[in-house]
């Protein structure tokens, strides 16, 4: 496990552009043993559809010590209004993660007012209509 600790570093890997930031409050679960962070879209390219991606959130179980991006269930419904809207926005402004791509994960902690900085790795991996989508790996030094 690779985390930041120097204000440099932490402020060159968040900052730049270079990496996808997402983050993930890790002291208030949204259900019981759940952890729920960003809004992320993982390209999901196939062969009917290049520009394909998958929208879901970063998600920790207590039973795994794993990250996942957990896909949205997609469902079709009669009507469109202010809510579908909503939820298209978060859609549009959450960062596209590939496989293998390196990610900036900040693990949240509020009420301790403190955060930590890991960087992690998308894995090779990536898999629409299952769930999880993908993981976050471990980053390593290569």
């Given at each position: ?42 390209a ?5 559809y290049?520009?394909?991606y998958?929208?879901g959130?970063?998600?920790?179980f ?51 007012r403190a ?8 894995s ?11 993981r ?7």
């Amino acid at each position: 496990m690779k985390c930041l600790t120097d204000r440099q570093e932490i402020a060159r890997a968040i900052n730049f552009g270079k990496y996808p930031v997402i983050c993930i409050d890790v002291e208030t679960p949204v259900r019981d043993g759940v952890l729920q962070g960003d809004i992320v879209k993982v390209a999901a390219p196939n062969d009917r559809y290049p520009d394909n991606y998958i929208c879901g959130h970063v998600m920790k179980f207590d039973d795994d010590d794993r990250y996942v991006i957990m896909p949205e269930n997609v469902c079709l419904k009669e009507d469109f209004g202010y809510s579908d809207v909503v939820r298209m926005l978060g859609y549009a402004q959450a960062p596209m993660l590939h496989a293998g791509e390196d990610v900036v994960l900040i693990e949240n902690a509020p009420k301790q007012r403190a955060a930590r900085v890991r960087m992690m790795r998308v894995s090779d991996s990536v898999r629409d209509f299952v769930f999880p989508t993908c993981r976050l790996e471990d980053w390593r030094d290569e």
